[in-house]
């Protein structure tokens, strides 16, 4: 037995088995022997999910490193079809190499293919949504072993629940992006009050194609970032500036100003005064992937919750005075995104336009009650978790707050209905 740890380091497991399949077939027979011993099966991808969702317990993990192929890139369709396991940096790049581009991402690009669109990884933009939105088709293996296509124009039903399926209706051994030709954007990235973020939010978000901002809690200060398209010519960030910026300050230093927080808290808020002034204006034209993605290397917890878009202004003037009249020290920022409304049954913005508010903890930190408070407030404004960071809903919480939930668990009832890739977590967000 091998024992799993994410990246965070807050999830464990020590599976019974630990496999590495190189084809859906051979995936498929994993399957059925493992349903023949009565055992659960779970995939993992990267270990990025902040919750167990990737969990195995002492059930049959699922390791990603034997399904990594490019199956086919066809540029008439504008479609490339990957195995589940390649890491979304080596996607950006064979894409590059191709002069094509995914058309929104996160802010990471570690996770695996099939981990990033199972959770809703998602990045911000007012047009454009998340990852799983951009699936054109699924493979995936079902409890029985077989190996399914699904799209919009077979086994649709399927396909509705897949893009989106959080491990709990097969294990997905292939995915089909949409893609589009390489385009440039450009980064215009400059720190603001949080009183004019607010006050000027719809404009930030209407205007430009992608808008995010951080709000530093126990200052005034945010910094902003607007990226749009561009026709060129690309202008990068020079290496050396890259790397002060993007590696020195925002990873090494902060790791160390992070230790300093967690060591003498009643520091933080001047820490983090200073840390506000460290993100100082800057625009640069790079390839997407490029903008879209940066280094994160300090390791942190987060929980992160989608509000409906009205709300979202009320909800961050409550946090901010939340913050204010706690003990909290907290050093991490927050980080603010928003997506257009999709159809995706599980997504964090089906059937509504969405803002996204992710609090985040430095590793080894004590909770102090503000993920706690802060979930009280998001829950109070039927804000949806994200489904791979921290929080403490259930199915009867979720059924409340998306519109096909029922769909999808009725879907799981035909597919998986003997629980083969059941967990906790799974049996808290779902229901049994």
Known sequence: MADWTNWAGNQSARPSRVVTPGSAGELGEVLRLAAEEGRTVKAVGSGHSFTSIASAGDGVLVRPEGLMAVRELDRAAGTVTVESGLPLHRLNRLLAAAGLSLTNMGDIEVQTVAGATSTGTHGTGRDSASLAAQVKAVEIVLADGSVQRCSPTENAELFQGARLGLGALGVVSALTFGVEPAFL???????????????????????????????????????????????????????????????????????????VGRRFPAAVPAIAQLASRAWSERTYTDLAYKVYTSPRKVRFIEMEYAVPREAATTVLRELKALVERSNWRISFPVEVRTAPADDLWLSTASGRESVYIAVHLYRGTAEQGYFTEVEKLMTAHQGRPHWGKLHTRDAEYLASVYPHFGDFTALRDKVDPGRLFANDYLRRVLGE
């Open 185 to 259: 954007l450009s980064a215009h990235e400059a720190p603001m009050s949080f009183d004019q973020v607010l006050e000027g939010f719809d404009d930030f978000t209407a205007v430009n194609e992608h808008f995010e901002f951080y709000w530093f809690p126990h200052t005034d200060r945010c910094s902003t970032k607007r990226n749009n398209r561009s026709q060129g010519p690309a202008a990068p960030l020079t290496r050396f500036k890259s790397w002060l910026e993007d590696d020195l300050l925002s990873n090494t230093v902060w790791e160390g100003v992070c230790r």
